[in-house]
């Protein structure tokens, strides 16, 4: 966006773009106002995993886009409080993770159309793409890249 003329409106539904898990880790590292939202469900935040933000002095925000009852109608809602709640102005930085980067990607566009003006898809996910046998935490993602993850 930088390259964006000072008058230019990102439009609806569109998001600040695709980072790396290890991208969006070190952007958490350095900028203490920065947000890393976590849209799994709770069956794989405690089977599989969460970030760790700990020593980084960072509280992840755990929020389902999909529930045991289907997609969560009322996630722009409750990330809205939840980001007021926090006090996170509209031009901090928002880094959205799932499994895989597909539903991070719409929430990011949900994110940004509440007014967040820098909402970003951790493209790869928690656990990565796809490999050759079709399983994932080989190729890239949150976990692959070495970054602090617990599983309590």
Not at 138 to 144: A, E, H
Request: proline share 4%.
């Amino acid at each position: 966006m930088a390259n964006k003329p000072a008058d230019w409106q990102m439009p609806a539904g569109d998001y600040a773009g695709d980072v790396t898990a290890q991208n969006a880790w070190d952007n958490l590292a350095t900028n203490r106002n920065a947000v890393l939202v976590d849209v799994r469900t709770k069956t794989e935040w405690d089977l599989i995993g969460k970030p760790d933000l700990a020593s980084i002095n960072h509280e992840p925000i755990y929020l389902q886009w999909v529930t045991l009852q289907g997609v969560n109608k009322n996630f722009t809602r409750e990330l809205q409080a939840i980001l007021e709640e926090r006090g996170i102005a509209k031009d901090v930085p928002i880094y959205i993770m799932c499994q895989s980067g597909g539903r991070s990607k719409i929430a990011a566009m949900q994110c940004t159309e509440l007014g967040y003006k820098a909402a970003y898809n951790i493209a790869e996910g928690f656990e990565g793409s796809l490999d050759e046998q079709q399983h994932r935490n080989s190729i890239n993602g949150w976990k692959i890249a070495g970054l602090p993850w617990t599983q309590k």
